[in-house]
Every structure is written in C-alpha cells, then in structure tokens.
C-alpha cells in the first residue's frame, strides 16, 4: 500500500489567499485525521471523519478553516483567507475503525504538508 | 495543567546508555497511553501502546505506566544515534459512551540526541 498520500508537501502563498491541501487515506480505513502542528502549541488535532462524515471540529481553530471529505479516498483542508500564524506542518492521517480502552487501531500518518504564510 | 506534559528536553545521552523519557497527564481516568516517535522533518510513527500499570519491553523500548501518580515513561536501552528524534506521548479521549474514535490528545514532546 502506498500510505497516506498528502499534496502539495510544500506550500508557499501571501497573507489573504486561499490554500487548500489535499489527503489521499489508505484504502479500506474508515477514519481520517487532520492535524497540524507547530512549535509552540506541538500536534493538535483540528478535525475527523467516520466513513467521510466529520465527527467531532472542536479543534479547528476559526470560521476560515473548513474540511470537507467527499469520497473515501480524498479530504481536503481549506484555509480562506490565509494568515501568518497558519503556518504549520498540516498531517492528515487514517486508521481502520474500531478503538477501545485497551485496544486500537493505529492511525497511520501521512508526510505532512509544510505551509508558509507570508 | 495541560491534559499531557512532556519535558521538552532536549534530552542528550551518550550511545549506548539508557535513555528515560517521561510524560504525566491530568485526566485519572486515562487507562492507555501512546508513544510515537518523529524524526526531524518526518511524520509521527507509532512505537508503543501501554495500557496496564507496570512495564512492556519491545525490543530494546520499554513503556512503564504509573496510574497511581498519573505518569507514563520511555525507556531506550542501548541508544543508539538513530534513535535521535522527537518522541510524542498521547493520551487517547473517550466520550461518555467509552468509545474514542481515535481521538488523541498529544504532549509537546521531547527532543533525544544520543551522541556517538
């Protein structure tokens, strides 16, 4: 299996644009994560999806954000309008269903889109 | 407090040594824990699940968890300069109903450099 795959791994735009990055989950999960992570506030989850319905979006930070997941192979992360302090490594990762106290299904993480806003 | 703390280090040990990485948490009712490792530039990648109080030993790691002082640890036997990275502790959340759908709650991490 090719793992996750997320595009673009580098992006660069100005203060005020839109950014959209893309996931691609390994095939047959269920469950897809988005992440971002950052110096000071490290890895935080900002949203998932069960079966591309979003579950739970406490952790998207404002209204400029937005996840969508169409189809179980593609999600993607918005940010309009972008700003400065966005700038992160973003990691979307997946996992088969299926969690309890004592057991699990591992999350397995994508490569990581690295955003700069200028 | 935050729901996971890390020393953020960095930790510097010499090959060869043990080294004893810790993470404490707020929330009692916690019963796993996570550890991931992450090399500079690279994405998280799972290394250990613990769930019992006491140790678990994979290889040259071993988790040990305290729920009695809420805290949980990492131990590397015979480091060796690969294992210099960032390692991650997470606490899974769960709702009311016991089910988590994966939802993991991440302390800061702490920097390892095991020197030759």
């Known amino acids: 299996d090719a793992g996750v795959i997320q595009s673009p791994r580098h992006e660069v735009t100005e203060m005020g644009q839109e950014v959209t990055l893309r996931c691609k989950p390994i095939?047959?999960?269920?469950?897809l994560f988005w992440y971002r992570q950052t110096m000071m506030r490290g890895l935080e989850l900002l949203i998932y999806?069960?079966?591309?319905?979003?579950?739970?979006d406490s952790g998207m930070p404002e209204d400029r954000f937005s996840a969508k997941m169409p189809n179980a192979s593609f999600s993607t992360l918005k940010i309009q309008p972008s700003e400065p302090r966005d700038s992160a490594v973003y990691f979307c990762?997946?996992?088969?269903?299926?969690?309890?106290?004592?057991?699990?299904?591992?999350?397995?993480f994508g490569p990581g889109t690295r955003l700069t806003v200028l | 407090q935050k729901e996971v703390e890390q020393n953020s280090g960095p930790l510097s040990v010499p090959e060869g040594a043990i080294a004893s990485l810790n993470c404490t948490y707020s929330d009692r009712g916690s019963q796993s824990f996570f550890w991931y490792r992450q090399y500079s530039g690279k994405s998280p990648e799972l290394i250990m699940f613990i769930y019992s109080n006491g140790d678990k030993e994979d290889g040259r790691f071993t988790a040990q968890l305290n729920k009695a002082s809420q805290y949980v640890s990492l131990l590397i036997r015979d480091s060796q300069p690969s294992d210099s990275a960032t390692y991650l502790c997470?606490?899974?959340?769960?709702?009311?109903?016991?089910?988590?759908?994966?939802?993991?709650?991440f302390g800061q991490g702490t920097i390892l450099t095991v020197h030759p």
């Open positions: 990762a997946s996992s088969l269903e299926g969690w309890w106290e004592y057991s699990y299904n591992e999350q397995f």
């Open positions: 997470a606490v899974p959340r769960f709702n009311a109903g016991g089910t988590s759908y994966g939802k993991l709650t």
């Open positions: 095939s047959g999960h269920d469950y």
């Open positions: 999806f069960n079966n591309n319905v979003p579950i739970d």
